[in-house]
Each structure stands twice: as C-alpha cells, then as structure tokens.
C-alpha cells in the first residue's frame, strides 16, 4: 500500500498545491477473474473542488486516475467494489447524503476508464455510509432472470436494504422465498 499511495501522489505532484488539498477517501483491493495482472489496488481520492476520483493501479500498471463525475461533501466517502465472472467492475460510494452505483468496466483493459453511473440511493432514516456494499446477484424481471446484476447492500432504518440495478434503473428488491439466490425486483 505504501508503494501505491507514492504512485498516488506522483499523480498529483503536478499541482502541489492541489495534492495537499486532496483527500484519500478509501482503499481496497480487488483480484479480477482470469486476470494476468493480480490484484488491482483501487483508491477514492476527493479532490480540492469535491470532485471524486478513482486511482487503479496492478502488480503490472501504472497507476491510472479517473473523474466519476460526481462531486461529494467534505467528509469520508465509503467505497466498495465486486468483479463480475466476465471481469467487469462495479463500485458503490457512499456518502451521507445516499449511495452511487458505477459502472467500471474491465480494469484490465488498457487506457482511461469510462464510468457509467447505473443509479443512486438517497438517504433515507438511519443510513449508515459504512454499511453500503456492492454484489453480483441474479434477479428475477418478470419472466426473464439476470444471473448477474449488480446490487447495492445498503444499511437504513436498521435493515439491510438491497436495491438490483434491471438494466435501467436501481429498484428495490426482495428474496423471492424458493430460493436462495434468486431476487426479485418490484
């Protein structure tokens, strides 16, 4: 880790300034199926401006910086990722205000990232940030079945609250009582 928080502020030495300003938000690492690479090291970064960044890095790249988009309040912004068995990532961030869901892509494609945000959750009554987590699901949408969804786990009002992205939307979603892996979205 100590390595990759140097490669980290390599990347933002350009603006001194700017890399004093900036705040690691979270850490973690992420091994992606059938990938040469090993595992990815992945950090949230706020920037001076609020605006949140991801930095990647493998055992075999240089580290790579990419803007989600989204700007966040001071404070911790939580994170969590899950790889999919074709190797796409998926990452939720939390904040007070709610959670996000992203779209990655494959880490171990060469050149910049392109996120897609899929969705997001406000805060409802007694969310915990901390408690948001991101999973690979399979869903039940009427008759058809996704064997694997991203969803976000998110923690409020004292339940765990699970919310199955139908490749359009985040929608809340239930265990269906036959079986154990099997969702379904209302």
């Known amino acids: 880790m100590k390595k990759f928080a140097l ?4 990347l933002l030495v350009p603006a001194a300034h700017a890399a004093l300003q900036a705040q690691v938000q979270d850490h973690d690492t992420l091994a992606l199926p059938s990938s040469a690479a090993g595992p990815y090291d992945l950090m949230t970064v706020r920037s001076a401006s609020g605006q949140l ?16 988009g989204i700007t966040v309040p001071a404070g911790v912004t939580a994170a969590s990722f899950a790889a999919s068995a074709n190797g796409n990532v998926y990452a939720a961030f939390a904040t007070a205000g709610g959670a996000y869901l992203f779209d990655l892509g494959d880490l171990a494609q060469s050149g910049p990232l392109h996120p897609v945000q899929l969705g997001s959750v ?47 939307s985040l929608r809340n979603a239930v265990f269906d009582g036959t079986s154990n892996t099997m969702m379904v979205v209302r």
Do not use: C, E, W
């Open 7 to 10: 490669l980290l502020l390599a």
């Open 53 to 68: 960044l991801l930095v990647d890095q493998s055992a075999i790249s240089s580290p790579r910086d990419t803007a989600l």
């Open 122 to 168: 406000a805060a409802a009554a007694g969310f915990d940030p901390q408690s948001v987590q991101v999973g690979i699901i399979a869903i039940l949408i009427g008759l058809l079945v996704d064997p694997s969804a991203p969803a976000l786990y998110v923690r409020q009002n004292g339940h765990m609250a699970v919310f199955a992205y139908d490749g359009k």
